[in-house]
């Protein structure tokens, strides 16, 4: 018999079919509530509401499993590519020989933006966040494919999809050309994706520029390891933005937005100025710790919790063996990685953190390693959303693809205003 959840409210039963994920997760169907009790459901957070149901990632937070379409992240971090793992990601399997090239080759021929879009990087000021710049930028691209944003057409979808893969890459290469007064320099087609934006970010025209195959794999990783991670703030941006049937581009430079935020994706450019921080303070870490226990201060320790993940986040520990290989091979000593070890041991062995199960996220180790690579603080989250970027594609693919998720995204209130009041005239007032 199909299992049924009851509610008793105001005197009267109702009961509610109970839906099972894949993986045997629980959810009451509530979709009807409104309409046969009059009540809503009361979830600010919505730390207890699916919105969707969704075959792109699976997480278990007490677990610490992380899997893209089935396939466990550890997997994907040390065999897969970034593009590979796109396609994995967009279209819901690994693809063939055939299909991978294919992929390749369209990303590769679309990676140019329109040349005058290089004039609006110019009306920004030197001191602008690339974060701001890559999201006006990303909702502009709009202007030049007016043919190609229909949201419900699989054929306009499919052209569009590896342009904004691959021309989101170059924007942010320029933005951060731009930021340090470098000339741009253009896409390459003989380079793959990650070695192709390395060259865009760190050639000069002067002279020549050889990628390293090392940073090259290390950037693949970092950007596998972000590509994904369901129902996140962005992704639901993404998801609600794009539920009104705005186009992909202005879906995403929403989610580039949301992204932005300290407590999302912005974490790991802050995670790095708090250990610059402490490491100007002379390495008290305890200090650290002290304050980010005290419920009076509103410091936090960043990269530190989770909505999701109430043990050791998978990423972060791929993270963490990858910053260390990265900077022995440098041979590179960089004193905030020390700090990081040592704030993340005295952090987990402190009851505070023990009870509220808060563990180092994905964000506590990337900086460092983007730090090693030579990319500054402030495009930290930029390639965050370079990562993400897949991610997003396939939510707002599957919500379009998708029968149960075709309504308008629109949740509900309880309203704690005044009641009916009268109108008051200015001299009365
Ligand atoms: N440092 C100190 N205390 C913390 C921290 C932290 N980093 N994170 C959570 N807490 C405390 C919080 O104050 C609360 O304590 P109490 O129960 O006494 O009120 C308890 O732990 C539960 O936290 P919460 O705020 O209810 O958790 P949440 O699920 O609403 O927030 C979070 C999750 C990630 C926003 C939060 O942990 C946080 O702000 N962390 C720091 C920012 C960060 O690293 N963000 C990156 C997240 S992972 C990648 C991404 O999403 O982009």
Not at 13 to 24: D, H, K, L, Q
Not at 37 to 42: H, K, P, V, W
Not at 350 to 377: C, M, Q
Request: proline share 6%.
């Amino acid at each position: 018999m199909d299992e049924k959840a009851e509610l008793k409210v105001a005197g009267k039963s109702y009961f509610f079919p109970v839906i099972t994920g894949s993986e045997n997760e629980k959810a009451v169907d509530f979709s009807k509530l409104r309409d046969q009790t009059g009540y809503i459901t009361y979830d600010p957070g919505y730390g207890n509401t699916g919105a969707c149901s969704s075959a792109i990632t699976f997480i278990d937070g007490e677990k610490g499993i992380l899997r893209y379409r089935g396939i466990p992240i550890e997997d994907l971090a040390e065999k897969s590519t970034f593009v590979e793992t796109s396609y994995l990601l967009i279209y819901g399997h690994l693809p063939t020989k055939v299909e991978l090239e294919d992929f390749r080759t369209k990303l590769t021929y679309h990676s140019m933006i329109h040349e005058s879009m290089l004039r609006f990087f110019d009306g920004y000021p030197s001191s602008a966040h690339p974060m701001c710049i890559l999201s006006s930028m990303v909702s502009s691209l709009s202007a030049y494919y007016p043919e190609l944003l229909d949201p419900v057409s699989d054929e306009q979808v499919d052209a569009l999809v590896p342009r904004v893969l691959s021309k989101i890459r170059t924007i942010a290469a320029y933005s951060y050309k731009k930021s340090i007064g470098q000339p741009v320099i253009y896409p390459v087609n003989a380079l793959n994706y990650c070695a192709n934006f390395l060259h865009m970010m760190f050639a000069v025209p002067s002279e020549p520029y050889e990628v390293d195959p090392d940073v090259v794999d290390t950037l693949n990783t970092l950007l596998i390891l972000h590509a994904d991670h369901e129902q996140n703030c962005s992704t639901s941006t993404v998801r609600l933005v794009g539920s009104s049937h705005a186009n992909l581009f202005a879906s995403v430079s929403a989610g580039i937005s949301a992204l932005w935020g300290p407590r999302h994706g912005g974490a790991n450019q802050a995670v790095v100025e708090m250990l610059e921080q402490i490491h100007r303070n002379g390495g008290d870490v305890k200090a650290a710790v002290t304050a980010a226990k005290d419920r009076d201060s509103k410091f936090l320790l960043m990269g530190f919790g989770h909505r999701v993940y109430k043990s050791y986040d998978p990423r972060a520990a791929i993270i963490r063996r990858h910053c260390d290989r990265l900077l022995s091979k440098q041979k590179v000593k960089d004193p905030l990685l020390d700090i990081a070890k040592r704030l993340e041991e005295t952090a987990l062995s402190d009851p505070y953190f023990k009870e509220r199960n808060l563990y180092p996220n994905v964000d506590f180790y990337s900086g460092l390693i983007y730090r090693a690579l030579g990319i500054p603080t402030n495009m930290y989250t930029v390639m965050f959303s370079l990562g993400r970027l897949p991610g997003w594609i396939a939510h707002w693919r599957e919500m379009h693809q998708s029968s149960d998720s075709s309504r308008i995204g629109r949740p509900r209130q309880v309203y704690t205003g005044e009641t009916i009041s009268p109108y008051v005239p200015i001299e009365a007032r």
